[in-house]
Each structure stands twice: as structure tokens, then as C-alpha cells.
């Protein structure tokens, strides 16, 4: 998809599928050494226009590195490690994106969807580069849309 830039840069558009098993490849073997200590793991399942993520939380890692006074007491609830499940939509177009949050569950038991996407923006605005995959953001390598199905996810440039 990056060297695909140049080309998409002179007008044309290509579309690339990747099925679940790429994708968490990927994100094991490529971004979890820059992933912040915060987030020890991190998986997804493609349902068709859903998916769901599973990430496992250090919240006392997410304690030392947190601001703002709503993360910090989230940080300061929890302690140790903990499963976060959250299922929702992947909304894109015109290069931007976000994730809608529809339902979550942690360590099994579901919370207020208000609250998980706190968690989800302070695990994400601690990473590199910094993001909140709940607010609209430009898209990466010139990316226009993401179209999800069982299984598998065609992005298109």
C-alpha cells in the first residue's frame, strides 16, 4: 500500500484485500514492538460492516503515562491487566476514519459504552503515532475507504 502512493498520486486507485489472519500477523509481528507498553496485546475478527477488537489493557502502565482528569481516574480504578472486547462499526470515507463503539465487555462484563471509549482514546493517544480511534482521522498510505466482511477487510486507495 505505500509504494502504491506515487501511482495513486498521478490519479489512479487500486483495492488490496487482507483476511483476519494478515491482519493480526500484522499487528503481532509488525506493530506490537511500537505498541505502548499500555497495550500488551491486541486482535481482531471481521464480521460483515463489524468488527470486533480484543485487547488486553495494563492499567498500571496506562496509570504512569495517562492525562487528563477523566483517564487518570479510570487509570486509578483498575490495576493490573484486563480484557477489553469492543464490537462496533469501522466508518470511512474520503480518506478519514473512525471506529463507533456499539458494545463492550471487560473481563466479560459489559460496561457503558461512554466509559470503554475513554479507555480506547487514552490506550490510543499513548501510542506512535498518537490517535483516538473513536474520533474522525485522516486514513494512512492515501487510504479512501475500508469495506469489512467475515473474514476479511479490502482496503481501497
Known amino acids: ?10 490519479g489512479k486507485s487500486q483495492s488490496t484485500p487482507f483476511t483476519e489472519e494478515e491482519i493480526n500477523s500484522y499487528l503481532q509481528l509488525v506493530l506490537k514492538p511500537r505498541y ?5 496485546t491486541l486482535e481482531v475478527t471481521l464480521k460483515k460492516n463489524r468488527l470486533r477488537a480484543r485487547a ?7 496509570r504512569d503515562s495517562s492525562a487528563g482528569v477523566f483517564r487518570n ?5 483498575f490495576s493490573g491487566a484486563h480484557t ?12 478519514r476514519g473512525r471506529f463507533e463503539l456499539e458494545e463492550a465487555r471487560f473481563d466479560g462484563r459489559t460496561l457503558p ?5 475513554e479507555i480506547i482514546a487514552a490506550v490510543g493517544m ?5 490517535f483516538n480511534p473513536t474520533k ?15 473474514g476479511e477487510l479490502v482496503v481501497h486507495q
Open 1 to 10: 500500500m505505500e509504494r502504491f502512493l506515487p501511482e495513486k498520486k498521478a
Open 136 to 150: 474522525p482521522s485522516r486514513l494512512p498510505y492515501g487510504i479512501e475507504r475500508v469495506e469489512i466482511g467475515p
Open 113 to 117: 459504552n461512554n466509559m470503554v471509549n
Open 36 to 40: 505502548h507498553p499500555s497495550l500488551r
Open 84 to 95: 477489553l472486547d469492543a464490537e462496533g462499526k469501522l466508518l470511512t470515507g474520503n480518506g
Open 126 to 130: 499513548l501510542q506512535n503515532p498518537p
Open 73 to 77: 481516574l479510570l487509570a486509578f480504578m
Open 56 to 62: 488486553l489493557i495494563d492499567f498500571d502502565r496506562l
